[in-house]
């Protein structure tokens, strides 16, 4: 019975990253197929940005969300190219916990954001680019054990981040606090899982970043 039961998860585990790696393919075709172009303000980030559809959330139709489950920094830089080809007129970013989540030091996950960043700016310089700082997460949920005792990592990384956009002169925007409950926890009320949003916290993203999706 333990054998049946050892080969069902093995195979449930299979399963579930084949699907996932599928899902981000599919993704990765869509982004190819429709593309940017100079009106476009993208959205570009992991799952966290792919959870809701921005052009809506924001009353925007110029907006497009290319997020894809699962990005790390490096995954985002290796499908750039569908998104700055078309020289989109803004790009907002949110990089990192993914990063985190592999066990990367903060300095290390600087080097992978850093060469996002470069290339970001060297294949489109014209576009406006908004570097978002990474949220808080909750264990109190358990459900992501690799990102059990990473609080302070996310913080410090959340600091090297805004130290490097004032290096690079481009805008800053600090998502953390406002996500954060009074023990700098992400609010329980905001998440189903200790890390992905609920309505109720995109609704707060909006908010943080109106004023730039405007300007």
Excluded at 17 to 22: D, V
Excluded at 118 to 147: C, H, V
Excluded at 182 to 199: I, P
Aim: glycine content about 6%.
């Amino acid at each position: 019975m333990k054998t049946i039961l050892k080969l069902f998860f093995f195979l449930s585990v299979i399963l579930g990253t084949n699907c996932l790696s599928a899902n981000a393919q599919g993704r990765q075709a869509y982004f190819e197929l429709f593309g940017t172009d100079s009106t476009s303000i993208v959205m570009l980030g992991n799952s966290l940005t792919a959870g809701v559809d921005w052009h809506e959330l924001l009353h925007n139709g110029n907006v497009v969300n290319r997020g894809i489950v699962g990005d790390t920094s490096i995954d985002i830089m290796n499908r750039l190219e569908c998104v700055t080809s078309g020289k989109p007129a803004k790009i907002f970013l949110l990089a990192g916990v993914n990063d985190i989540s592999h066990d990367l030091t903060p300095d290390s996950v600087m080097i992978c954001v850093n060469e996002l960043l470069d290339s970001i700016q060297s294949q489109t310089p014209d576009t406006k680019l908004y570097l978002q700082s990474l949220l808080p997460i909750n264990n109190s949920f358990e459900r992501y054990k690799t990102m059990i005792g990473k609080e302070q990592t996310v913080r410090d990384v959340n600091v090297l981040l805004k130290q490097e956009a004032e290096k690079r002169n481009i805008t800053f925007i600090d998502l953390y606090d406002a996500f954060c409950d009074e023990d700098q926890n992400l609010k329980a009320d905001w998440t189903a899982d200790g890390l992905h949003l609920l309505l109720p916290a995109y609704v707060q993203w909006r908010d943080l970043i109106i004023d730039y999706i405007n300007e």
